[in-house]
C-alpha cells in the first residue's frame, strides 16, 4: 500500500527502526525491493534521484513505484532524493510522489532555510513529506559533488533552529558517511547523532550507507537514526551478476535474461539490509 512518507517515519521513530530507502532506476530495481519489503515483511521507501529521473522520466519512475506499492501488502513510499529544483519536486509531487528531499545543503544556514521552508510549507499543504539536509555529505550524487574536504558534519544548534524554523519532517545529518564506496572503513560519529537527536527527536536520515559495516548501522540505528539511503550496494550487486552473466553466456543477446539475472541477487542484498535496519517484521497496516 502507498503510504506517506511522513506516517512511515513517524512509526520507525516511535518503534526504533531504521526504513531503508533504496534507490529505483529501472523496473528490476523496483522490482527487487517490493519483493524484499514482502519478503521481511518491512516497510519500505522507494526513491529516484534527479540522475534517476533524468534517465527514466519521472513519469515511468512514478506509475512503476506506484504499481508496486499498490499491490503490495507493507507500507511504501515514494520519496524523491537530493531534490535541488522547484519545478521538478512540484512534478514529483503531481506525480504521486508521497515524500520528497529538498536539498539545499550546499547554500548557507539563511538560505538552505528560506529555499526548504519555501518547499515545506507547499509540500505539507497537499500531504507530502520533506526531508531536507544540513551539512554535507561527502562523495557524489549524480548533480552534486561534495570533496571529502569540503564535507563538514551537522551541527546540533544549527539543527536545532533549522528544524524549528523550517518545519521539515525528517532530516538527514552529515556524521561521516559518504555516497559511493569507501575507500577506507567510514567512521561515524555517534556521539553527533545522539545529540542531534536528544534535540531535534524528530526522525534523522543517514545518506551514504553503502558499505558501512553492520555493527555501525546498528549503533546508528539505536541513536535515532530512522532512514538509511542505499543506493551503490544495489548497484554492485547489478552489474556484478550482469557482468557475470554476460562473461558466462558470451553469445547472450536476450536483455531479459542478461538484465533479469540481477534482480535475485539485488534483492538479497535489499532484503540483508532490511534485516541491519531492525525494519523486518515492522510492516503495519
Ligand atoms: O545520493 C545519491 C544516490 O546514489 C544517487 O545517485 O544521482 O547517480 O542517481 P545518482
Ligand atoms: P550510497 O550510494 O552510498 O548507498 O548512498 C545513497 C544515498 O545516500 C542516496 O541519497
Ligand atoms: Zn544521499
Request: proline content about 3%; some cysteine; overall charge negative.
Amino acid at each position: 500500500m502507498l503510504v506517506s512518507g511522513k506516517d512511515l517515519m513517524k512509526h520507525a521513530h516511535e518503534n526504533n527502526y531504521a526504513v531503508g530507502a533504496f534507490n529505483v532506476n529501472n523496473m528490476e530495481i523496483v522490482q527487487a525491493i517490493i519483493e524484499a519489503a514482502e519478503e521481511t515483511q518491512s516497510p519500505v521507501i522507494m526513491q529516484a534521484s534527479q540522475g534517476g529521473l533524468k534517465y527514466a522520466g519521472v513519469e515511468y519512475i512514478a506509475e512503476m513505484a506506484k504499481i508496486a506499492a499498490k499491490n503490495a501488502s507493507v507500507p511504501v513510499a515514494i520519496h524523491l532524493d537530493h531534490g535541488t529544483d522547484f519545478v521538478q519536486i512540484m512534478q514529483c509531487i503531481r506525480n504521486g510522489f508521497t515524500s520528497v528531499m529538498i536539498d539545499a545543503s550546499k547554500h548557507d544556514l539563511d538560505k538552505n532555510i528560506e529555499i526548504t521552508k519555501n518547499i515545506a510549507e507547499i509540500a505539507h499543504a497537499v500531504g507530502v513529506s520533506v526531508e531536507a539536509e544540513l551539512g554535507k555529505i561527502g562523495g557524489t550524487e549524480d548533480d552534486i559533488t561534495v570533496d571529502d574536504k569540503d564535507a563538514t558534519f551537522t551541527d546540533p544548534d544549527e539543527a536545532a533552529r533549522f528544524v524549528n524554523e523550517t518545519g521539515v519532517d525528517f532530516l538527514a545529518i552529515a556524521v561521516g558517511t559518504a555516497h559511493g564506496p569507501y575507500k577506507g572503513e567510514p567512521k561515524l560519529d555517534f556521539d553527533r547523532i545522539k545529540v542531534i537527536k536528544d534535540k531535534l527527536n524528530i526522525p534523522l536520515v543517514l545518506h551514504g550507507s553503502s558499505g558501512v559495516p553492520e555493527e555501525s548501522i546498528k549503533k546508528a540505528v539505536s541513536l535515532g537514526i530512522n532512514k538509511i539511503n542505499i543506493d551503490t550496494d544495489i548497484r554492485m550487486a547489478f552489474s556484478n551478476a550482469v557482468r557475470k552473466f554476460v562473461n558466462e553466456n558470451p553469445d547472450a543477446y536476450d536483455p531479459r535474461k542478461i538484465v533479469g539475472c540481477a534482480r535475485e541477487d539485488m534483492k538479497k542484498v535489499i532484503a540483508d539490509k532490511m534485516r541491519m535496519f531492525g525494519s523486518t517484521g515492522k510492516a503495519w497496516k
